[in-house]
């Protein structure tokens, strides 16, 4: 079976590993040395069949990299990419999957022409009650996409091998920046509001919530469409509240790092659209309203 490389040993990265331990052999890339044991646990508990490397022990071990898998959070992107592309293969794939959108010219700009980078897009449900154990709390949806030319032309071979089989709620999709502002406006009619409110997913439906939901996803999908991205108000708000029933009894990502103590990505999801609306000349109040929300959350976790 391929190897396939995962970065770190977050909730999202070992959901994925129990996957596609099928067809693959999985080495989570570690920070630290960890002789730990990862479980996965939905109505049983079981082991996942993962080994650990550092990335001292890549080195050490000269590995070569042919498909690898990046699932951190937003802030964290550009750093594991720096330390990954010393071990690329002429020929790899590198899957980036993380919240909020940022920006891929670095990324492709750093790539050879035969090497294909991807996005993943995904809202299936996670969380790990400790350190060694995801818990599986929900399907939600998958989407998959190329980034770059090469990629384009190995898009559909590399779901059909790899997604496809592992996520039964996945589709692939050529426009990248339309996945990618899909996937931002699922963030931001969740993450921000279940951060504030502590709530789970499926709360955030209740009628209070939603003028909220409609008014952050309004500005995002006027900001979108300034900048030729053909987003719906309709469709966006109806793919959020799919997400929302689909994940129902799961906290978001941003609700589960304000109660940890630990940063968000709240720079990379409203303070995106945030961002965008100044470069553009308007406003994106709503969003400014989280993004300082949040922040002060930040501020006071630390």
């Given amino acids: ?9 977050g909730a999202v990265g070992l959901l994925l590993a129990q996957r596609l331990a099928n067809t693959h052999q999985v ?28 990335w001292e022990a890549l080195a050490q071990q000269q590995k070569t990299i042919s498909q690898c898998i990046i699932p951190v959070k937003s ?20 899957i980036l999957s993380h919240n909020g959108i940022q920006a891929l010219t670095p990324l492709t700009d750093a790539l050879s022409t035969h090497q294909g980078l991807f996005f993943l897009s995904t809202s299936m449900g996670g969380w790990k009650p400790d350190s060694s154990t995801v818990a599986f709390t929900g399907p939600g949806q998958s989407v998959f ?44 009619a969740i993450n921000p509001l279940s951060a504030l409110t502590g709530l789970r997913n499926g709360h955030l439906r209740a009628p209070c919530y939603a003028t909220q939901v409609l008014s952050v996803l309004n500005e995002a999908c006027c900001i979108a469409n300034r900048v030729g991205v053909p987003l719906k108000l309709s469709e966006e708000l109806a793919r959020a509240y799919q997400v929302m029933t689909l994940t129902a009894e799961n906290f978001s990502s941003m609700a589960q790092d304000v109660k940890n103590h630990r940063r968000t990505e709240i720079d990379a999801m409203c303070g995106y659209v945030v961002e965008l609306a100044k470069q553009l000349g308007v406003t994106a109040p709503y969003n400014a309203q989280l993004l300082n929300q949040v922040q002060s959350l930040n501020l006071t976790n630390k």
């Fill in 1 to 9: 079976m391929p190897e396939l490389f995962i970065v770190g040993k």
């Fill in 27 to 54: 080495t989570l890339i570690t920070r630290t040395p960890t002789d730990a044991v990862f479980f996965q646990t939905d109505l049983r508990r079981q082991q996942l069949p993962v080994r650990c490397l550092t």
């Fill in 75 to 94: 802030y964290q992107l550009s750093e594991a990419f720096t330390a990954l592309k010393p071990y690329l293969s002429e020929d790899a794939n590198v």
């Fill in 145 to 188: 996409g190329p980034c770059n030319p090469i990629a384009q032309q190995r898009a559909q071979a590399l779901f059909n091998q790899l997604i496809g089989p592992a996520l039964p709620n996945a589709h692939l999709a050529h426009d990248i920046a339309l996945l990618r502002w899909q996937k931002l406006c699922v963030n931001l």
